[in-house]
């Protein structure tokens, strides 16, 4: 462009040059010529503007956004916009229609982890790792057409229904979400607290089965402790929120004030979050210096983290993972293990390898997109693969028992995958329902009155309501003080006590 502006100053030098010697009455003439130009010139610029302006407010059967088309790549799309603008048969919501675009535009990324909200669906993401919300209390991600249970929320009511990492809900409330994106799942499932919703799942290959849920104040409390026997401490981190460090410094703080000598750090069932709380959290556990884990961009390019603390070296650590610890407790296990030599004991974890950064637009909406991959501190991209525990351990076959809708009624003569599943939890429970087919017969009703009599309920011999509800609690409670995963990193840590 320099260049350009020299060669024509020194074309018009030229000219002026060849005039010079002229008559008064030649430049009196070319003066004349210059300003009749001028006025020409501009006449043309002010009925271009004229027109283009009267084609831009009454001319809307004409392309309009042709005006501005800067990117040959985007000629389809503003072609596309203008013949459903113009033709289609009936008013369109032009606002619906582009965000309809770049919905579709991400969604053809066919990545489960990038996802465009609207300024409603947000808002409910930004709730979600930072306040309260009120839903069912399940992680949920789209794979493969399906909307897939991650992860419940400890304490939450899809916990207490029963739902398990994996389970893929087939409908909300009788409309089929086959093919939704996470977030228009997410806006059918959520709601005010004590509304119902109700979700056809499946569990692995068993036919579905409708569960009703409540809907209820989800609390962010990340971090929960306690004291074990001999001095071990059990602390569960349940997400990677904006407060899990602070609760977690509070937690570690009271256990060892309460004598603590050894940590069991339980991580399962936990879905990640926000990548600086994983990164203060694992500080706590790795060497100063010591790499957490490595970014690596689409050009190759690799950045490392470091711990930015000391590592606790004041008691021996287990950590415990299974198939619901994804991304940010991928971090926290991977990073231990090749950083710390910590022991991982559990299930291979989830297997979540990419990073997620979320860009706000003026407007309120946004775009949550994969941006790099993370690696284990040896350079191991675990994405779709996990990390394998140390000692693997696998949960009781009735921790993964299809769950029962309280809101269906069982009873004599009832077939059904859900009286199939009653039947086994009866069994596990120590009363026996005389077969496990599906089929409710007396001797499953007798053991079904058996139940009711030692909790207390009214013995009609038919599960519905409470007595279903108080059958799934009491099973999960048995899972829980069975847990053979907790103990077995109970063993494990006794060993590297006694070292």
Known sequence: MDQEKVNNEGSENEARSDLSGDAETKQNFLRIKKFHFAMLLFFVVFITAGITTFALAFGNDEPAVKI??????????????????????????????????????????DDPY????????AKSFHESISASFEGIGAEIQSRDG?????????GSPAEKAGLKPEDKILSVDGKSIQGMSTTEAVALIRGEKGTKVKLSVVRGNAEPMDVTITRDTIPIETVYGTMME???????????????????????????????????????????????????ITSKFVPNGKILFKVEDREGNVQEYPSEGSGNTDFPLVVLVDKGSASASEILAGAVSESAGVPLVGETTFGKGTVQRAEDFEDGSNIKLTTEKWLTPEGNWIHKKGI??????AMPEYASLPFIDPEDELK????????????????????????????????????????????SLEQTGILTDSSTVELMTAVRDKMTKDDPQLKKAVEVLKKELDK
């Open 114 to 121: 990038s996802d465009y909200m609207t300024q409603e669906d």
């Open 412 to 455: 004599l003569s009832s077939a059904s995958e859900q009286v199939k599943s009653a039947q086994k939890m009866l069994k596990v429970l120590g009363f026996e329902p005389g077969r496990e087919d599906g089929f409710y017969d007396d001797k499953t009703e007798e053991a079904v009155k058996e139940f009711q009599k030692d909790h």
């Open 230 to 280: 001999d001095g071990i401490g059990r602390v569960q981190i349940t997400n990677f929120s904006d407060h899990t460090s602070d609760e977690l410094v509070k937690v570690l703080e009271d256990l060892e004030s309460k004598g603590m000598k050894g940590l069991v750090l339980d991580l399962r069932q936990n879905p990640g979050g926000l990548l600086d709380q994983a990164v203060k």
């Open 146 to 154: 399906h909307i897939v249970i991650v992860t419940p929320v400890k």
């Open 388 to 393: 394998k525990p140390d000692y693997e351990v």
């Open 68 to 109: 501005i088309k800067e990117r040959a790549e985007f000629s389809k799309l503003y072609d596309a916009y203008d013949t459903l603008r113009n033709s289609y048969y009936t008013e369109i919501d032009e606002e619906k229609l582009i965000n309809g675009a770049i919905d579709g535009m991400v969604e053809s990324l």
